[in-house]
């Protein structure tokens, strides 16, 4: 069974920091791109970061880059998304995803498997 349990999610004021993470299970973790995504209210759903199988690449949006970072440790089976800056319109649900196909996309289509997400709230 692939499992996906996303944490870390809060309210922040602006400018604060916020780091989620990914529990992942149920498929060979370090063969697998991991995406990062959220959604606001009455907003398509954006991808916000994606790192490669190896960690050894990584995408950010144009909204969050030089603010966020994502990481792996394929040991522990775990993703993070390390979110500093935080600004009001960051406030959303963030999803973690799985791209079985390691394809590298910010695309959600790409992505198979989903987490139930945790939300995001960032004060003005």
């Known amino acids: 069974e692939v499992q996906l349990v996303e944490s870390g999610g809060g309210l922040v004021q602006a400018g604060g920091s916020l780091r989620l993470s990914c529990a992942a299970s149920?498929?060979?973790?370090?063969?697998?791109?991991i995406g990062w995504f959220r959604q606001a209210p009455g907003k398509e759903r954006e991808g916000v970061s994606c790192?490669?199988?190896?960690?050894?690449?990584?995408y950010y949006s144009d909204s969050v880059k030089g603010r966020f970072t994502i990481s792996r440790d394929n040991a522990k089976e775990k993703v993070y998304l390390q979110m500093n800056s935080l600004k009001p319109e960051d406030t959303a649900v963030y999803h973690c995803?799985?791209?079985?196909?390691?394809?590298?996309?910010?695309?959600?289509?790409?992505?198979?498997?989903w987490g139930q997400g945790t939300q995001v709230t960032v004060s003005s």
């Open positions: 995803a799985v791209d079985s196909l390691a394809r590298f996309s910010l695309n959600p289509r790409t992505y198979e498997y």
């Open positions: 149920g498929f060979t973790f370090d063969d697998v791109a």
């Open positions: 790192i490669t199988s190896s960690g050894g690449r990584t």
